[in-house]
């Protein structure tokens, strides 16, 4: 089992409706999770963190945390082309100790016209 | 300019040769990591640094070599360059400002490395 797992896609959604990602973790221990934006041939940016269960809202984006069932999920409203890239979960562990965050490998999406 | 920067940007290199990638970040930041992103796999740490002349190996070390002499720079060596080190490399920096959780990473802009 994969410590974050990730649909692969990719997922497709029409321009203006809302696009969900879902993101699973085997370490009940982990206590920090992250969303990041790739897009093709870039770097990862941080687009959204969550710590505690429940939302979180960022403009057209937010995070939910169910620590009881490790999943975390981003919902993007709204969704625009722009918002096709890869998008990647992120968590921190609190085995093993440094600081290290462990990634997903990514859903891509894709924003239909 | 400030930020973190990567250097080569595009590196071919032949398997059994010496390769160094250089980061370097302006922020002052304690820590430092060096990744690997491979389709399949997704990003993985190789070796982190907490501090200068901190370091620690990640989840994939094996043939690699770093050092941090210096705050701002953390240096990545592949030792003897194997085909299966040909990847996207990214190297990234967090501050220890705010609570440790706050993880937030900021990533350079890779580099792209073929190993023939």
């Known amino acids: 089992q994969k410590e974050v797992e990730q649909n692969s896609g990719p997922l497709s959604v029409p321009e203006g409706a809302i696009a969900s990602l879902n993101c699973t973790y085997s370490d009940r221990g982990s206590q920090s999770f992250f969303w ?46 722009s918002d096709s890239a890869t998008y990647l979960c ?10 290290k965050l ?3 490998t990514g859903t891509q999406l894709k924003v239909e016209l | 300019d400030a930020g973190i920067t990567q250097s080569p940007r595009y590196k071919i290199t032949e398997t059994g040769r010496q390769v160094t990638l250089m ?16 389709l399949g796999h997704g990003l993985r740490l190789i070796y982190y640094s907490a501090a200068a002349d901190i370091t620690d190996k990640g989840e994939v070390p094996d043939g690699y070599v770093v050092s941090r002499s210096k705050t701002e720079n953390f240096p990545l ?7 299966s080190q ?14 440790l959780l706050n993880n937030e990473q900021f990533f350079g802009p890779g580099t792209r490395l073929t190993v023939l």
């Open chain 1, 36 to 81: 990041y934006r790739q897009y093709s041939g870039k770097s990862p940016e941080l687009i959204m963190s969550i710590y505690s269960n429940g939302d979180k809202e960022d403009g057209r984006f937010t995070a939910q945390l169910n620590k009881a069932s490790q999943y975390v999920s981003l919902l993007i409203r709204d969704s625009q082309p």
């Open chain 2, 86 to 99: 040909t990847s996207v490399y990214f190297c990234a920096s967090r501050g220890t400002s705010g609570a």
């Open chain 2, 23 to 38: 980061c370097h970040q302006t922020w002052s930041h304690s820590y430092m990591f060096w990744y690997r992103q491979d």
């Open chain 1, 90 to 99: 992120a968590v921190i562990r609190l085995t093993g100790g440094g600081n």
């Open chain 2, 77 to 83: 060596t592949l030792e003897s360059a194997t085909r």
């Open chain 1, 102 to 104: 462990t990634f997903g």
